[in-house]
């Protein structure tokens, strides 16, 4: 007598979770608001309706350009300043200001750093060569084939990929003669930056401190305020772009001037967010509050064998724009996206419409774990729901 096969015991799906995410904002940018937030509270010294030169209105843009070089260690003789267009604004600043005497290396892994080199080759048109040092989605390039000669351009985070520099940037020469231009807008206040091996670095307020958007933030090593004093670019500069004066740094734009108007009251809601960094015990606590969010998505793959990571090297592993593939189609993926959002439970989570299909977490500071362990619940539950 044959046995018959046993029957196949159906796995039942998950129960709806009962508790939600407090807070349902896990959007890559403009990201969430830091705990505790309070717009009137935050925005109720704000010097609105006054010159963003007058004192009052210098006196805050200076507040805001000191507690960064503070919060952030940035050393001495290093230069911040705010400028007009936010994180774009701010490296293609450099990149027209600063590119041409060097032959340049452009490395990304990603939708934005893809950007900065199309802008280099198809806009710039360098009379230097151009290198591109390239990979995938979810991997990250290798580096080391950069060279210490040339100028050498990329994005520490890549936002869209979810793929971050390894720390320390061993492959970035300390006897360097190039510079190094470094997009950092999802990665300022969230992973260690190792300044000695960065002259140019670029950030937006509505990133990792979950400010408002429309500024950028330009950091400047002593290297890169050389070359800005040494190499006049050949093409015009437009005025937003403009950063010398009689061939010396406008030295007023990194001590309260800007070069356009501001918005005073973006300029006080960044304050308020670095005053939270400062009452929070200053940048380790809050770079740890990023890594503990990433640790709670980390749990939820391990349990999940249909959910991977698409960096696929934990070392560079984003701690910010967290990038999820799962074992489904894109199809499915965005009804999970949808159903989501209509449960109140998470906005803006779909990937990048360049990337792979699949999920977009952000897991800035500014979120907390608790909120992402909650999220990461539903999730499980929506998977199955629409298996």
């Not at 890559?28 to 209105?57: I, N, T, V, W």
């Not at 004066?245 to 501001?262: P, Q, S, W």
């Not at 990023?290 to 999940?304: C, T």
């Amino acid at each position: 007598m044959i046995a018959s096969e046993p029957a196949a015991v159906a796995t039942a799906a998950p129960a709806k979770p009962t508790t939600k995410p407090a807070c349902p904002n896990f959007s890559s940018g403009p990201c969430k608001k830091h705990p505790g937030y309070d717009l009137a509270l935050a925005l109720g010294d704000a010097p609105l309706g006054r010159s963003h030169r007058s004192a009052a209105g210098m006196a805050k843009i200076t507040e805001a350009l000191e507690m960064t070089h503070k919060l952030l260690g940035i050393p001495d003789g290093y230069r911040v300043a705010i400028v007009p267009g936010s994180d774009t604004g701010a490296i293609e600043m450099a990149m027209w200001s600063m590119l041409g005497p060097l032959p340049v290396d452009v490395c990304y892994w990603e939708s934005f750093g893809k950007g900065w080199l199309d802008d280099i080759v198809k806009q710039l048109r360098l009379d230097v060569p151009v290198e591109a040092i390239t990979a995938d989605y979810g991997q990250l390039p290798d580096l080391t084939k950069t060279s210490g000669d040339h100028d050498i351009v990329f994005t520490w985070n890549g936002t869209t990929s979810g793929v971050k520099c390894v720390d320390g940037a061993e492959w970035i020469a300390d006897d360097r003669k190039g510079l190094t231009i470094c997009d950092a807008t999802s990665a300022v206040f969230a992973m260690d930056m190792p300044w000695e091996k960065l002259d140019v670095t670029t950030y937006s307020w509505q990133k990792v401190l979950g400010g408002e958007a429309a500024h950028g933030m330009l950091i400047l090593s002593p290297r890169a305020v050389a070359r800005l004093e040494s190499y006049v670019p050949p093409w015009p500069l437009p005025k937003v772009f403009r950063m010398t004066k009689g061939g010396k740094l406008d030295e007023k734009l990194f001590k309260g001037a800007v070069i356009n108007t501001v918005s005073m009251l973006c300029v006080e809601d960044y304050i308020d967010a670095l005053l939270w960094v400062e009452f929070s015990g200053g940048l380790a606590p809050i770079l740890e509050r990023s890594r503990a969010n990433l640790a709670a998505l980390e749990a939820f793959v391990d349990r999940n064998e249909w959910a991977h990571f698409l960096a696929s090297d934990p070392a560079s592993r984003s701690n910010t724009s967290v990038c999820l593939v799962l074992d489904t189609d894109k199809d499915k993926v965005k009804a999970m996206v949808k159903l989501l959002a209509d449960e109140g439970v998470a906005y803006d989570i779909g990937s990048y419409r360049d990337a792979p299909a699949g999920l977009r977490i952000w897991c800035g500071a500014t979120v907390d774990a608790a909120d992402v362990a909650a999220l990461a619940e539903w999730i499980e539950w929506a998977y199955a729901t629409l298996a």
